[in-house]
């Protein structure tokens, strides 16, 4: 049997989020063409996140010098690419009311800000000696690194292919 319910239960039923005006208003303003600037921005930082692993892995194995200097460059950009994917991002989250008004856009501001914290941790303990700081602590900063690019990568992913943010809406038609 259908369940009824009064007024009063119904307004309760609801979800105020979802009902606002501004939740589908998701599409990118800081675009090119249409095309996010900040999903275009964040293959850098991932990319080179994950080389700084690989550099000090490579160094592991072969003891050759070459391999923390490559690191501590890769690391240095990877920190700066993520400051300036993170400038757009945060634009973006600011600027679009339904991106804004998504727990899940701050829950990836959280992530991506934790990530930059170790992505600059891993370029800024490299400076003064690059080869001596790999092992072990370099390296282990890399390993966390990569994992929390990893996290932070896959739910911006998600917030792009699930919650469709940073997408034009169709209304209608
Ligand atoms: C620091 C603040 C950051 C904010 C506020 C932010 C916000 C966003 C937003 C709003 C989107 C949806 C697409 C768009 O509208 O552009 C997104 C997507 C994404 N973000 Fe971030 N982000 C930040 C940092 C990062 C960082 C450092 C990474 C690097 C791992 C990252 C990885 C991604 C990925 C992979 C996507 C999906 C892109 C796609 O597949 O199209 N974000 N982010």
Redesign the pocket.
Known sequence: MRQKYSWKQRRRLTDPIEEHVAFDQTE?KIALAGH?L??MM?AF??ALAFSVFGADAFYWLTGDEFWPRVALWAAGFAFGM?VL??VT??F??LMVSG?RIRSA?WT??VL??M??SLLGLNWGFRLGDPVGAVLPWGALISVLAAVM?GI??WH??K??FDYR??TQRETGG
Request: charged letters at 5%; proline letters at 6%.
């Open positions: 990118s996010p900040h999903a964040v930082p991932i993520g994917a993170g991002g945060t973006e989250l991106i856009s990836h501001f991506a800000v990530l930059l690019t932070t990568g911006g992913g917030l792009v943010i940073g």
